[in-house]
C-alpha cells in the first residue's frame, strides 16, 4: 500500500526551529518528485516547497524562502522539512504530498497525501 | 489571497447535480496549465479527485468530472451522495509570481441537503 507518514510537528516559539519528516512506503520513493502543503486552522491549502527525485532541485514559496529547507533522504525513503525562524502565521497542519513525476513540472498534480502533522508556532 | 477563485459553498439535494467553478487568469488556467481538483472530507488528508483538467484517478467515481475553458476550469459532481459533502480544491501553476508556484483555489464547501 502507497503511505506517506509525516511526524515532528509540535509546539514551538515564535522563532524557534522545528524538522518534519514524512516516511514513505509502497511505491519508489527516489522516482518521484515530493512537496509539502500547509493548511492553517480553518482555512485553504497552501503550496510550501517541492522537491525533485533525486533531491537537486528544490523550490520554495516566497513566504517560507530563507526560512525552510526541504530535502530528502533516498536511502531511508523520507522527506524532511526544515523550519528555522518560525512566525506564528507558520502555524498550520503541513502534509506531504507526492509528486507523479521524478522531475518538478508546472502541470504535477500531487496523488498521495499523509495525515498531516500539526505545527503551532506561540509563545 | 489566492490567485484561483471557487465559491464558498454549494448545496444541493442528493441525488442532484452540483459544479464547482474555479476562476483563474492569462497567468495560470489562462496560460494552458493543467488544473487538479482534490476532495478534504472533515479531518482528513485532501485526495486526488480529478488530475490533469478532466482526468480521474482510478477508484474515483465517474459521477466525478471536471473541464476547462478559458481562464477557468470546473468539477461537476453528478447524482450527489452525502458521502461527497467535503471541502474541493482546485489547483494549478501560476507564472506570475517569482519562482515556483503550485496554487490553489480558495475552497469550495459542498453541503448535501
Known amino acids: 500500500e502507497v503511505q506517506l507518514l509525516e511526524s515532528g510537528g509540535g509546539l514551538v516559539q515564535p522563532g524557534g526551529s522545528l524538522r518534519l519528516s514524512c516516511a514513505a512506503s509502497?511505491?519508489?520513493?527516489?522516482?518521484?518528485?515530493m512537496s509539502w502543503v500547509r493548511q492553517a486552522p480553518g482555512k485553504g491549502l497552501e503550496w510550501v516547497s517541492a522537491i525533485s527525485g533525486s533531491g537537486g532541485s528544490t523550490y520554495y514559496a516566497d513566504s517560507v524562502k530563507g526560512r525552510f529547507t526541504i530535502s530528502r533522504d533516498n536511502s531511508k525513503n523520507t522527506l524532511y522539512l526544515q523550519m528555522n525562524s518560525l512566525r506564528a502565521e507558520d502555524t498550520a497542519v503541513y502534509y506531504c504530498?507526492?509528486?507523479?513525476?521524478?522531475?518538478?513540472?508546472?502541470?504535477?498534480?500531487?496523488?498521495?497525501w499523509g495525515q498531516g502533522t500539526m505545527v503551532t508556532v506561540s509563545s | 489571497q489566492s490567485v484561483l477563485t471557487q465559491p464558498p459553498s454549494v448545496s444541493e439535494a442528493p441525488g442532484q447535480r452540483v459544479t464547482i467553478s474555479c476562476t483563474g487568469s492569462?497567468?495560470?488556467?489562462?496560460?494552458?496549465?493543467?488544473v487538479h481538483w482534490y476532495q478534504q472530507l472533515p479531518g482528513t488528508a485532501p485526495k486526488l479527485l480529478i488530475y490533469g483538467n478532466s482526468n480521474r484517478p482510478s477508484g474515483v467515481p465517474d459521477r466525478f468530472s471536471g473541464s476547462k475553458s478559458g481562464t477557468s476550469a470546473s468539477l461537476a459532481i453528478t447524482g450527489l451522495q452525502a458521502e461527497d459533502e467535503a471541502d474541493y480544491y482546485c489547483?494549478?501553476?501560476?507564472?506570475?509570481?517569482?519562482?515556483?508556484?503550485?496554487?490553489f483555489g480558495t475552497g469550495t464547501k459542498v453541503t448535501v441537503l
Open positions: 504530498a507526492k509528486g507523479v513525476t521524478v522531475v518538478v513540472t508546472a502541470n504535477d498534480a500531487f496523488d498521495i
Open positions: 492569462s497567468s495560470n488556467i489562462g496560460a494552458g496549465y493543467d
Open positions: 509502497g511505491f519508489t520513493f527516489s522516482s518521484y518528485a
Open positions: 489547483q494549478s501553476y501560476d507564472s506570475s509570481l517569482s519562482g515556483h508556484n503550485y496554487v
